[in-house]
């Protein structure tokens, strides 16, 4: 069995891009070259690792599967020599992040922006999707993860929590009086994310009453925030999402004595060792701008 890196690196853009075009576009080569490094790996292999019909490829079962077990190991390929070949000199190569929508437009950009500047030889990818992604499966080094983490196999690093509010539009509360004590959520419409259990969501240090489902759900935290400031109900909200709000007094935060549970948002990424330094030093710029007091969080009202 024979076979090159350059196989293996092609072989694993085909199945991230979809097809021999995709990837031929990815990686800045022409069609008959990605495709003939792909016949290669496959003849060196002895095995089909796609199907083939009418200009189209799909990969096999053992194809998807070759190319989890592939994609750490490369990181891990990548990460020895590049501590070797680059030392401290400046960070090369392609760092891939994939973040959650919301978080990602409105506080991830402006930090990634600034590792950018500071590492102009750098290539760096920005995937913002609400799906939790198999990083394994996707190429990315690197996700941010808003919320309780599931997946003991990654590494993970905590870079701050994020409290949470109950908030309601000064209209809805002009509608329905204000709200009063921990029973006072019972009988309100909840503003709710979808396919998602209310019980999962709305979750507080001490005993409450839960709100009632209302009639208008979302699978996007931002489209909660725009329906409560309609006043078509109350929500439980990250502060992340509804600062801006809180300052310009379009949403109010409603009974402060209660404690929603806090969201933790994590870097995580494969484990290899040793850890890339791109990858190191990445963590560690997250963690100095979110860390300690994310600044989100400053002059709430």
């Not at 699978?219 to 909200?237: K, P, Y």
């Not at 009974?255 to 806090?262: A, G, I, Q, R």
């Amino acid at each position: 069995m024979k076979w090159t890196l350059n196989e293996i690196e092609t072989f694993l853009e085909v199945i991230d891009a979809g097809s021999i075009s995709g990837a031929a576009a990815r990686v800045n080569l022409s069609k008959s070259v990605v495709s003939k490094r792909v016949s290669e790996f496959e003849l060196a292999l002895g095995a089909p690792l796609f199907t083939r019909h009418a200009g189209r490829i799909s990969p096999t079962d053992s194809a998807i599967a070759l190319a989890e077990r592939l994609r750490p190991a490369l990181a891990e390929l990548r990460a020895a020599t590049e501590s070797v070949a680059w030392g401290d000199t400046g960070l090369r190569g392609r760092l891939a992040i994939t973040a959650p929508m919301s978080f990602g437009t409105r506080h991830l950009g402006p930090v990634i922006a600034d590792f950018a500047r500071m590492h102009p030889d750098l290539d760096l990818v920005l995937d913002l999707d609400d799906q939790i992604s198999n990083l394994a499966a996707t190429g990315h080094d690197i996700a941010i993860r808003v919320g309780r983490l599931s997946d003991s196999s990654l590494m993970a690093r905590k870079l701050c929590e994020d409290p949470c509010v109950v908030v309601a539009s000064p209209g809805y509360l002009d509608r329905f009086g204000p709200l009063t004590g921990p029973d006072a959520l019972a009988g309100h419409p909840a503003i709710n994310y979808s396919n998602v259990r209310l019980g999962q969501v709305w979750q507080f240090r001490q005993p409450v009453v839960l709100p009632r489902a209302g009639r208008i759900a979302t699978n996007n935290g931002e489209a909660i925030r725009d329906m409560a400031i309609a006043g078509l109900g109350i929500a439980l909200l990250p502060v992340f999402i509804a600062h801006e709000a809180l300052r310009a007094g379009t949403l109010v935060r409603l009974l402060p004595e209660l404690e929603p549970l806090p969201l933790p948002i994590n870097a995580v990424w494969l484990p290899a060792r040793p850890m890339p330094r791109k990858l190191r030093l990445f963590v560690d710029h997250l963690a100095q701008a979110f860390g300690d007091r994310p600044p989100w969080l400053t002059d709430l009202p």
